[in-house]
């Protein structure tokens, strides 16, 4: 059996494994998991078959709720039937969930954990979701990132089958699930050998069908109620002895470990925190700075967390802990502690020897997680031990945050490159950027990385893409903070976004801008002339626009910006090779499109290297004194202290405090009149000899900058 590596990302990885086991999808899209119902489909039109010699058998429901139904009653049917969900998607599901569980069925749920709609609306992750269909009876199985994706999506559906417990496979939404990585693609010749057939061959006589008749979804009493669901103990007692079993199995094929509980760190460390899904891999990369350094600490990472086996737990926990910190990505209101931590102290209850236990939350809604916060839950653990913290915002209302260090920590490996792309929603930084990676993941040795960090607006929102590259296997779950390269394709965010401060020094920075090499100099604010100064950069400018409308592309720049970083950084790929390469990932992107669409992203790829100019970084900048923020006091309070800072991506640095004044998540009408994102290359003109008075120019532009007024000769000359 050979080694395939290839780039995708974590919906890929769990449709690409799920596909194999499954005969009828149910689907519904829902952010971030759309891709996985949209991969199988596209495969299923394509004849890909499954283990079962046929393709999937696709339906696309009306809601996540008929969603849910079509696979309850396709799993009675006796198709083997999988769906993909998240956030308020999943909990729609829930009703048929406990029947799915109830009844026995072998269904599988891949979820990209979504934060929920509370006190506002969130398309980001975190495991509220999933945390809330803990009570289901499914069985919840968690990966960590790419690759665990593609190594454990199958275990769901194999334990699933050999156990007859319905199995939630669940990574985190955006982080996992979008994150491309270069990864070792599974053989589905592995899930052949490792299916139980008969297994298989029990549920489809199981199944409700007229040879086979039975009466099934009845009503129970007070009198029998209770003795049924405790009938049904011995299939969940079975689950983690059958899970085990089949993570021992991909950790041989793999020669990755896998277990219901996979420890990592000191062999006889005291302080060990315990979590689930991705950042685990932060952790991990801490642990192994820390250690080197004296430390004595490691990581318990959650794999099966139902059911949840004291048994694999104490066999993978050092015996030497004396202090855990149980981090959870979701809040429970009201509760006395976080799920996983309730769990967790659940396990010690009544031993002798129990270490200290606490608990914290992290990452609500993609809330960055990086090393410093791993550090400071250490510091915490070893000193203080502070309970019910949080790590990586500032809480002056509560007092529940902790304190990070106040040095950067890098604890990525030496040989990773970081960079960073501000783009502009659907100006096509976002596939460039996938594209750059995925020509670097496989067409070099070196492993790669690529996220996606934008705001709800999608569309015309500020874009920023985080990319890493290394000789070793990156683990980095979170934003580029210190890169090596940063690119810009709009010249307005010069005055808007801090995009050099975090430059390493001897650094580039490439700026889209219909500029001249002489007059762009006045357009850079002293801020970002100063950085580039003190950190020794280099600067190229690009005039991406007009090469773009001299193709035919009109907005499209995102092939010219990929083609000039690479001939700005031929250390990774010779520009020669790049530029073969970045032809032939256009052909497959661009090729359903019609021969003339590729051709003119041939040119746009020939004209990105020669349109590159370098301004001289004059070293005099260094001594520049940064203009001062001018701020206008006539904006409402909100706009002010909230919306400005959230449009600037400050709104991470808002202290808790900032939100009392909107505690219920309200806003102020009218908000949008205040923001002034000035990112638009054109500007439309009337010309009044071609105007019919249809209105369409005003009912086309969400921003109405050409205004109809309907207004007599006597009230215009008055106006």
């Keep these: 059996m050979s080694i395939k590596f290839q780039s995708m990302d974590g919906n890929q990885a769990a449709a690409y494994a799920s596909y194999a086991f499954t005969e009828v999808a149910g689907i519904y899209p829902i952010t971030p998991s759309s891709p996985m119902a949209e991969w199988v489909d596209l495969w299923a039109s394509q004849g890909k078959k499954n283990l079962f010699n046929v393709p999937v058998k696709v339906v696309e429901m009306q809601s996540e709720a008929g969603a849910a139904g079509a696979v309850h009653g396709s799993l009675q049917g006796g198709a083997l039937t999988t769906t993909f969900t998240a956030s308020q998607g999943l909990l729609l599901k829930v009703p048929n969930m406990y029947k799915i569980a109830g009844q026995l069925l072998p269904g599988v749920i891949h979820v990209a954990a979504r934060s929920l709609a509370a006190q506002s609306l969130s398309i980001f992750g975190d495991h509220q979701d999933v945390m809330a269909t803990r009570q289901t009876g499914f069985a919840m199985l968690s990966s960590g990132s790419v690759q665990e994706v593609m190594d454990l999506a199958g275990v769901a559906h194999l334990s699933a089958i050999a156990s007859r417990v319905p199995f939630m496979h669940f990574f985190d939404g955006f982080r996992t699930s979008h994150e491309i990585q270069k990864v070792e693609v599974m053989d589905y010749e592995v899930y052949d050998r490792l299916l139980d057939r008969d297994s298989v061959s029990e549920f489809r006589k199981n199944a409700l069908n007229p040879n086979n008749p039975i009466t099934r979804g009845s009503a129970q009493n007070d009198d029998v109620y209770f003795q049924a669901a405790e009938a049904q103990n011995k299939y969940w007692d079975a689950v983690p002895d059958i899970a085990a079993g089949y993570m021992k199995e991909i950790s041989k094929v793999t020669g990755r470990n896998y277990a219901p509980f996979v420890y990592y760190g000191a062999e006889n460390a005291t302080d060990v925190i315990i979590a689930i899904a991705s950042v685990t891999e932060a952790i991990e990369e801490t642990i192994d700075l820390l250690n080197a350094n004296g430390g004595n600490v490691g990581l318990l990472t959650v794999h099966l967390y139902r059911p949840f086996s004291a048994k694999y737990f104490f066999d993978a926990i050092p015996a030497s802990v004396e202090r855990i910190a149980v981090l959870d990505r979701t809040k429970e209101k009201g509760a006395v502690h976080e799920p996983l931590h309730l769990d967790v102290r659940s396990l010690y209850y ?108 999608k569309s015309g929102g500020v874009t920023r893409m985080h990319l890493r590259f290394g000789s070793n296997p990156i683990r980095s779950t979170y934003l580029v903070s210190r890169p090596h390269f940063v690119s810009c394709s709009q010249d307005s965010y010069l005055d808007k976004y801090d995009m050099v401060g975090g430059l390493r020094n001897g650094g580039s920075f490439l700026l889209n801008t219909i500029e001249s090499a002489e007059s762009v100099i006045g357009l850079l604010p002293n801020g970002v002339k100063k950085a580039l100064a003190e950190k020794n950069a280099k600067f190229y400018i690009i005039n991406a626009i007009k090469l773009a409308n001299e193709i035919g592309l009109g907005k499209r720049i995102n092939t010219i910006m990929q083609s000039a970083f690479f001939k700005l950084n031929e250390q990774i790929i010779p520009y020669a090779t790049a530029q073969d390469l970045m032809k032939k990932y256009a052909e497959k992107a661009y090729g359903r499109k019609g021969e003339a669409i590729v051709k003119l992203n041939y040119e746009a790829i020939d004209k990105g290297s020669k349109g590159l100019v370098e301004v001289s970084v004059d070293q005099a900048w260094a001594n520049l004194e940064v203009e001062a923020i001018v701020v206008d006091n006539n904006r409402p309070d909100y706009v002010k202290n909230i919306a400005d800072p959230v449009g600037a991506i400050k709104g991470y640095d808002l202290p808790v405090s900032a939100f009392e004044s909107i505690i219920d998540g309200r806003m102020i009408n009218g908000s949008t009149a205040y923001e002034k994102r000035g990112v638009a290359t054109e500007v439309p003109t009337w010309l009044s000899e071609n105007c019919i008075q249809c209105n369409q120019c005003s009912f086309a532009c969400p921003h109405a900058v050409i205004r109809p007024f309907l207004v007599a000769k006597e009230e215009a000359d008055k106006a």
Excluded at 382 to 403: A, P, R
Excluded at 406 to 414: M, Q
């Design 350 to 457: 009544g031993k002798e020897s129990c270490p200290v236990i606490i608990g914290g939350r992290y990452g609500l809604s993609s809330k960055d997680t990086t090393p410093s916060q791993i550090v400071a839950v250490y510091e915490n653990l070893k000193n203080e031990q502070k309970d019910g913290f949080t790590i990586g915002i500032n809480d002056d209302v509560t007092h529940l945050s902790l304190t990070e260090p106040t040095e950067h920590i890098d604890v990525a490996d030496k040989s990773t490159t970081e960079l960073l792309f501000f783009g502009l929603g659907s100006d096509g930084t976002v596939g460039a950027s996938k594209n750059t990676i995925k020509i670097i993941g496989e067409n070099t040795d070196l492993y790669a990385q690529a996220y996606s960090s934008y705001d709800s607006k």
